[in-house]
Structure formats: C-alpha cells, structure tokens
C-alpha cells in the first residue's frame, strides 16, 4: 500500500499548522505488488473541488506501472478508494489499466485508456460510493502515443495525441515530434488545426486549456509540454546515458506552422537533477 497526500505549497505554514489547512491526507492505496519505488508509481493525482470552500470533493488518481486508476469521494460514506478494477465487471468494454489521462467536463469526469478509447464517469450525481460509466468513443485500434483531455475555453472537449519517436540519438528516452489535437462532438473526433487562441498545459499534472489572451506572455494556438515520460525511462533505462541528464523532452509546439521551441535552457548542468517541471494553473 501507498498513502498519497495532497499539499497546498502556497499556504503558509502558520495557516497549515491550524486545522491543517491546505493538507489532505487520503487513505492508503492498494498498489500492485511488483510496483516500482513509490514516489514514482503517481503518474498523476488530480483534485476536483476546492476543499477549502466545499466538503465535497473528489481525487483521482492514475498509479502503478500498468496506469491504473483510483478515485476517492470525499462524501461517500466508506472513506475508501474506489478501483477501476471492482467496476470493470460491469462494463466488458472498459479495461482497469492504461489510463493516459482525465479531466472534468460538463458534470461528469472523462477518462482517456490507451486500449479502449474515451470513457465519462458520473461521479457527482449520487451521494454514494457508486461509480456509472459509459463508453463514450472506441478506437480503432490501441495507441501507443501519449494522449490528454480538457476543455477548451469555449467549452469544447479536446483530445491531445503527442507524437514522438526514439531514435538513436536519445535512445529510451522520447522526444516529441509535435501534437495532434482533436475536438469531440457527438461521439465523433475531428482533427483541428488551430486551438482558436488557446494554449493548452501537458505534462505529469492536470491537462488545462486557457485563452492564451488572459495570460501574460502566453502564445496562442500552441501546446506547451513537460517531459512526462523521463521517470519510466529513467527507472526502465537507467544504464542509458541520455536518461542521466534530466528530463529533457520539454517545449513549445506551435500549430500555426508545425515548430518546436525550447520551453527553457535544460541543457544546464544544475538542471540534470532536477525532478521534470510542473505546470501551476493561476486562479482568474
């Protein structure tokens, strides 16, 4: 078992030590027996809610070397993580592993599985500790890219395909040849080719999408990414020599015209052990 805790890094620590505002701590997670070392088995917690204001919350967490994911309820009367793996049963086209990522839309959380496709959970419409699940869109075939989800700021649900390779070069370690980012309606996925003045956030945190306009120095229609794949390669690869320099697979993908830019100067030596950064969303 894991235990994971959630810490507000700007609340002071004379408020955290009051009520211990600004800390939530959740019950312990069952993980798989083989797991790697735990501080590396989190692919991704988010928190939906604001606990400082409401009692009702939810955390979802993506875990463990094959993505599985775990949601926890504040309200729900067991106090206990909900496992994919219990749900599974009920729905033959949903498998409890290779989650890629999840966000919230329109009430309901949709999960994106590398296997199946595109999966909504109603998980605040009842005060219990139920889950409802419904197969939103199937893929044709498993992909192997890494993939995210969230709301763009007119209210569309985008999917966001990132395309690398693993050349001789870099080895193990992948490097992002740009983005395809799709719009979902009506069970349908249109490839676009613009974000119409967004910018979207991705990487080992909560995938966000904002109007590049409401942020100072922000560039439009572009995707600004983290290297979200370093630890697994670090941790499958560490005789390889280009995973002992950092993470280094960070930038500025532009779909205007289709180019990388350097998000920062990573080829600083003070930077080679640095954990890979993470994206913090400004309250508006």
């Not at 204001?53 to 009367?77: E, G, H, Q, R």
């Amino acid at each position: 078992m894991m235990r994971i805790i959630l810490e507000n890094p700007f609340v002071s620590r004379s408020r955290k030590n009051k009520a211990n505002v600004g800390k939530i701590v959740l019950p312990p997670v069952m993980s798989e027996p083989n797991a790697w070392f735990y501080e590396y088995s989190v692919s991704k917690v988010m928190l939906f809610g604001n606990p400082s204001m409401c009692t009702d919350y939810l955390v979802l967490a993506i875990y463990a070397a094959p993505n599985c994911l775990a949601i926890f309820k504040s309200w729900s009367p067991s106090k206990k993580w909900i496992y994919l793996e219990d749900v599974c049963g009920k729905d033959a086209n949903l498998v409890d592993k290779c989650f890629m990522d999840a966000n919230y839309y329109k009430g309901k959380i949709y999960l994106v599985n590398a296997l199946t496709g595109i999966h909504e959970i109603d998980a605040f419409s009842n005060k219990n500790g139920d889950l409802h699940i419904n197969h939103v869109f199937k893929w044709q075939q498993p992909y192997r890219s890494r993939m995210y989800i969230a709301e763009s700021s007119k209210g569309d649900l985008l999917l966001v395909k990132r395309l690398d390779d693993e050349d001789e070069d870099h080895e193990f370690n992948p490097v992002t040849l740009g983005f395809n980012v799709y719009k979902l309606n009506e069970n349908k996925m249109v490839q676009v080719d613009n974000l119409d003045g967004d910018s979207i956030f991705v990487g080992d945190g909560q995938t966000v999408c904002v109007a590049a306009c409401d942020l100072e120095n922000c560039q439009p229609n572009s995707i600004y990414f983290t290297d979200d794949a370093f630890m697994f390669h670090a941790l499958n690869h560490s005789h390889v020599r280009e995973t002992r320099f950092g993470p280094r697979d960070s930038g500025i993908f532009c779909l205007d015209d289709n180019t990388i830019k350097p998000l920062y100067p990573y080829h600083l030596p003070s930077h080679k052990d640095l954990p890979p950064p993470i994206w913090v969303l400004p309250m508006f």
